[in-house]
């Protein structure tokens, strides 16, 4: 069974929005930190967003302003809204459950491109 289930990703034109959601097992939901990372070919996986279980924001210095984290405990799932998106958006884009104790997952990954 997957954990983490992404979806959302696809092609946005510079400036355009998207939101990606990551709907989570109830376990990683309510125990674990959700974010997002991103990740582009021979490059590290970089965190984009986090949201702490204290409702603790997190973001990346090149999507503040731009992205939002957020969630819906109805729903069991985290969304990142990608508003005024650049070329250098472009990535794979993975949500992730961490718990200091427990470790972490990772959903499968959806690919967002930024293009004319």
């Known amino acids: 069974q997957e954990q983490l289930v992404e979806s959302g990703g696809g092609l946005v034109q510079p400036g355009g929005s998207l939101t990606l959601s990551c709907v989570a097992t109830?376990?990683?939901?309510?125990?674990?930190?959700l974010g997002w990372y991103r990740q582009t070919p021979g490059k590290q996986r970089e965190l984009v967003a986090q949201?702490?279980?204290?409702?603790?924001?997190t973001y990346a210095e090149s999507v503040k302003g731009r992205f939002t984290i957020s969630s819906d405990n109805a729903k069991s799932t985290v969304y990142l809204q990608m508003n005024s998106v650049k070329a250098e958006d472009t990535a794979t884009y993975y949500c992730n459950a961490y718990h200091q104790w427990y470790g972490t997952e990772w959903g499968q990954g959806t690919q967002v491109t930024v293009s004319v």
């Open positions: 949201l702490t279980s204290a409702s603790t924001t």
């Open positions: 109830r376990d990683l939901f309510t125990r674990y930190a």
